[in-house]
């Protein structure tokens, strides 16, 4: 039976793991290739990597890091962040990822979705939603740009459009939840669910596997989860030995 | 150092085959030359994205007959997912196109109430194949062969209903999953087709 997926996700800037909340007050947080290493020793279904360097040059180094890691890793990474052409996706793949996320690009123009899938296949195209409940009406708009962009964009409907131009995984990030501990928008997910058949991943509000369970029975493939993995507070395992105490099937 | 050769005919996924085929001790080298195909001791065919693609890969190198012939005389050959179903003879994902036909099946898409593409960890059962231990492996798929194929050992994953997993004959061991992307099971499975085939490789 297929499991459900635990995913650690590294924020990458310059070569070094940072974190913050929701992109504030950035904070150095170690190596990646040793943090990519020790999360595939505990447990790890797969590992995100993404890139939140502002600059050409931080994006060099974020293939230097891709391929540093991938020496290491035997289990499937993604790299996201700053992905606006098809040559953009094909140096991170070349470096070692295994898929691309993509995100603001794809939403400023679509059929990069459709170029990626049809060039590199729709197994490696992931993309990458982050959704902000609406203002003043019901459902998530689609935000970009680290959140300083309310694009208006309904986000369940450029998911399904996502799915028609190619796009093979939903990494669904609800920014009204990311960094706070107050778990996955549920509603979202199962919103998000219902609309599409693709696998999506749960990502944004994470603080212990009660969360996951909740994303889980939301209709979530697998979940991410960047602070409470950095900071110790658990291990990958730790949360997987809970979850399966809870019934549900995680590889061990 | 043993050599081992991918067949690069895309850019997807390469640097993580590499990669894991370095953590066995081998050198890989990447070549769409037929002639390096034909004349190396081993092979890996990956593969990520559309049958139609592959096979227009593959025959624009003039790389089909080699692989044909390889495949067919049970030579080393270790096919990854797209790889595998390039083996056989169509694949519903591509009507039209011919693959190498020598796996006697047709590539179905997954289907039912099923998640696709199937993406994740999926137990595998090994069957009667050389693969060593029962364990999960890393999927990225949306297709499959449906039944074992007559004539080759073959491993099961349940995805709705059993599908092929990996089927073997000869040197030649053909994967659905993703063995370089299923961790240390994964690394396993790779180190002991090496092994398995370094005593076929003249020396």
Same mark, same amino acid.
């Given at each position: 039976?297929?499991?459900?997926?635990?995913?650690?996700?590294?924020?990458?800037?310059?070569?070094?793991?940072?974190?913050?909340?929701?992109?504030?007050?950035?904070?150095?947080?170690?190596?990646?290739?040793?943090?990519?290493?020790?999360?595939?020793? !505990?447990?790890?279904?797969?590992?995100?990597?993404?890139?939140?360097?502002?600059?050409?040059?931080?994006?060099?180094?974020?293939?230097?890091?891709?391929?540093?890691?991938?020496?290491?890793?035997?289990?499937?990474?993604?790299?996201?962040?700053?992905?606006?052409?098809?040559?953009?996706?094909?140096?991170?793949?070349?470096?070692?990822?295994?898929?691309?996320?993509?995100?603001?690009?794809?939403?400023?123009?679509?059929?990069?979705?459709?170029?990626?899938?049809?060039?590199?296949?729709?197994?490696?195209?992931v993309i990458a939603i982050d959704a902000a409940r609406r203002n003043a009406a019901s459902g998530w708009e689609v935000v970009t740009h680290s959140g300083t962009t309310r694009t208006g964009v309904d986000a369940i409907e450029w998911a399904a459009q996502a799915e028609q131009r190619g796009a093979g995984e939903i990494l669904l990030t609800s920014w009204d939840r990311d960094g706070t501990g !107050?778990?996955?928008?549920?509603?979202?997910?199962?919103?998000?669910?219902a609309a599409t058949r693709l696998p999506i991943v749960a990502s944004g509000g994470a603080s212990g596997p009660s969360h996951m369970l909740e994303a889980f029975e939301a209709g979530a493939h697998a979940v991410l989860a960047a602070s409470i993995f950095h900071d110790g507070v658990m291990t990958v395992g730790s949360v997987k030995a809970e979850l399966a105490r809870n019934g549900t099937e995680v590889r061990l | 150092?043993?050599?081992?050769?991918?067949?690069?005919?895309?850019?997807?996924?390469?640097?993580?085959?590499?990669?894991?085929?370095?953590?066995?001790?081998c050198t890989p080298r990447t070549t769409t030359n037929p002639n390096e195909v034909s004349d190396a001791d081993r092979v890996v065919l990956p593969g990520v994205g559309s049958f139609a693609a592959g096979m227009e890969a593959l025959n624009s190198h003039g790389l089909t007959p080699v692989l044909r012939e390889r495949a067919e005389a049970g030579r080393p050959l270790l096919a990854i997912c797209l790889g595998l179903q390039l083996l056989c003879r169509s694949s519903e994902e591509?009507?039209?196109?011919?693959?190498?036909?020598?796996?006697?099946?047709?590539?179905?898409?997954?289907?039912?109430?099923?998640?696709?593409?199937?993406?994740?960890?999926?137990?595998?059962?090994?069957?009667?194949?050389?693969?060593?231990?029962?364990?999960?492996?890393?999927y990225a798929n949306s297709y499959c062969v449906a039944e074992p194929p007559h004539g080759w050992r073959c491993a099961t994953t349940p995805y709705g209903a059993s599908i092929v997993a990996a089927i073997e004959r000869g040197a030649v061991l053909a994967c659905q999953f993703h063995p370089e992307l299923s961790g240390a099971w994964g690394a396993e499975l790779i180190a002991g087709w090496l092994s398995r085939t370094e005593s076929s490789v003249a020396c």
């Open positions: 039976m297929l499991t459900r997926r635990i995913i650690p996700c590294l924020d990458v800037r310059d070569g070094r793991v940072v974190k913050g909340v929701r992109f504030a007050g950035l904070r150095d947080a170690g190596d990646p290739v040793e943090q990519a290493e020790r999360y595939e020793r !505990e447990g790890a279904d797969e590992i995100v990597i993404l890139d939140v360097s502002a600059t050409p040059e931080g994006r060099e180094t974020a293939a230097v890091t891709v391929e540093s890691v991938r020496s290491v890793l035997s289990i499937p990474l993604t790299v996201g962040g700053g992905v606006r052409s098809f040559a953009d996706a094909e140096r991170l793949l070349s470096a070692g990822a295994d898929k691309v996320g993509v995100n603001s690009a794809a939403v400023a123009r679509p059929e990069l979705l459709s170029e990626l899938a049809s060039r590199v296949g729709t197994q490696c195209v !107050e778990g996955y928008d549920t509603d979202l997910l199962h919103t998000m669910s | 150092m043993s050599t081992v050769t991918i067949v690069s005919t895309g850019t997807a996924n390469i640097a993580s085959v590499a990669a894991a085929l370095r953590r066995c001790g591509s009507p039209g196109f011919s693959g190498l036909g020598v796996i006697d099946s047709d590539v179905r898409r997954l289907s039912g109430e099923l998640r696709v593409p199937q993406f994740g960890w999926n137990t595998v059962e090994r069957g009667d194949t050389s693969i060593r231990t029962d364990g999960y492996a890393y």
